[in-house]
């Protein structure tokens, strides 16, 4: 019998030896992942199984994700429009709604416009191939987040990554590479998702005047927690010059989609561009209502969206580490098994931290990532805080 006449036994192996073999790698590096049920209540906790557990693993900085008014206005929203929204938003998935969500990010943004996207991964790998292409380039931080990366390839730009947050290797990549191509995009994340520092900005926005390129930050963890809610651009005094704001809804909103945020031209190229806009049908309306009533809370500026990073620096303080600059604090131990025992040792007593391991952060940086939420109570804070201490943890 001939190699092809086996058929599923070709030379390359059956599916199901493919499978087993990529498997049983993952687990010998300690990289498999597995998918446990979690059942999310309001007030930071999770139930998993028989156990409950304090979560300082979630992203709905602000608790939005259970807030009656949210949760009304999405009910509200689905009786009166369904489910589903049917088509693409070019074809009848436009919901009226749309027009208000957009709104509601330009006028807290202080852009033109705004486009929504199905997520914030379908905003990345939808716009970025729309603004650059082959004869373009592309840097970016070399931590930017995975579908900013696929975003970047798909464009098929030439990808130049520098170090993270270092604007001087920038302007050198920038000074030896930039008259090659024609057009030129700088990638970053505002809040870096799993170190928790903030972008450079204005350096990032001095440099993209100086060399033609334009700045494009992802800022899936800054809206609603950091610039007063408004972003990592907002930070700053006087706020970053960001000609492209992208962004979530999915976090410290609290319901799901992402966007774009733009001049009124740009936002409409794109709508016209953007294959995982055109291509992908429209959020569900009840999710659109969500989100609009979450901006709202967010643009009325409310003391709680001060909460998430005074609580990570509280945690901070209490454990000796660098004052925190946003909610997210990583516990860097390195080494994947022994990130997986810290994670389960606090899991034991009750709090929720999950290891973060390669290919997610570099090889050799595997590590606690501790998410603060206004939903936290100081006194969960001082607890986490003693139960690292005490599992020296950061020894
Ligand atoms: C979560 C995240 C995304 C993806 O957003 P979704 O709406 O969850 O698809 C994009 N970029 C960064 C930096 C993120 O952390």
């Not at 693993?57 to 608790?63: E, I, P, Q, R, V």
């Not at 899936?220 to 610039?227: M, R, T, Y």
């Not at 967010?298 to 945690?315: H, K, M, N, T, Y």
Request: aromatic share 4%; glycine share 8%.
């Amino acid at each position: 019998m001939t190699t092809a006449m086996k058929g599923q036994h070709g030379p390359a192996g059956s599916l199901e030896e493919l499978a087993l073999s990529k498997l049983d790698s993952l687990q010998r590096s300690d990289r498999r992942r597995s998918l446990r049920t979690m059942s999310r209540r309001a007030g930071a906790i999770v139930n998993s199984g028989t156990a409950e557990l304090v979560s300082f693993a979630c992203n709905d900085y602000l608790g939005l994700s259970h807030e009656p008014d949210v949760i009304a206005a999405s009910i509200e929203a689905t009786r009166l429009y369904g489910v589903g929204a049917g088509a693409s938003r070019l074809i009848s998935g436009n919901h009226p709604l749309y027009e208000t969500l957009e709104r509601r990010l330009a006028e807290l943004k202080s852009t033109e416009d705004a486009i929504v996207f199905g997520s914030g991964y379908l905003a990345n790998v939808g716009v970025i191939p729309a603004l650059v292409g082959l004869r373009d380039m592309i840097c970016l931080d070399e931590l930017s987040h995975s579908c900013l990366l696929s975003g970047a390839q798909l464009s098929r730009s030439a990808l130049m990554p520098y170090r993270h947050n270092d604007a001087g290797h920038l302007e050198s990549i920038l000074e030896s590479q930039r008259s090659r191509h024609r057009r030129c995009l700088i990638l970053t994340e505002g809040v870096f998702s799993m170190d928790g520092d903030l972008a450079p900005l204005p350096e990032l926005a001095e440099l993209a005047a100086r060399y033609d390129a334009w700045l494009y930050c992802d800022d899936a963890h800054a809206l609603g927690v950091i610039g007063n809610g408004r972003g990592a651009a907002f930070a700053w005094t006087p706020p970053a010059h960001v000609p492209l704001q992208m962004g979530t809804l999915s976090k410290a909103a609290g319901a799901y989609g992402g966007y774009l945020c733009a001049t009124r031209a740009v936002c409409d190229f794109v709508r016209n561009r953007a294959r995982s806009l055109i291509y992908s049908t429209g959020l569900p309306p009840g999710t659109i209502a969500a989100a609009i009533k979450s901006l709202e809370i967010i643009a009325s500026g409310p003391a709680v969206l001060d909460r998430p990073l005074a609580l990570a620096r509280l945690f901070t303080r209490l454990t000796g580490l660098p004052d925190a600059v946003s909610p997210i604090v990583p516990l860097i131990i390195g080494d994947s098994r022994a990130t997986l025992e810290a994670s389960a040792a606090l899991e034991r007593r009750g709090m929720l931290v999950p290891a973060i391991r390669p290919p997610t952060v570099p090889a050799g940086t595997a590590r606690l990532r501790i998410a603060f939420s206004a939903m936290h109570g100081e006194d969960q804070v001082a607890e986490l805080a003693r139960h690292v201490r005490e599992l020296g943890i950061l020894a």
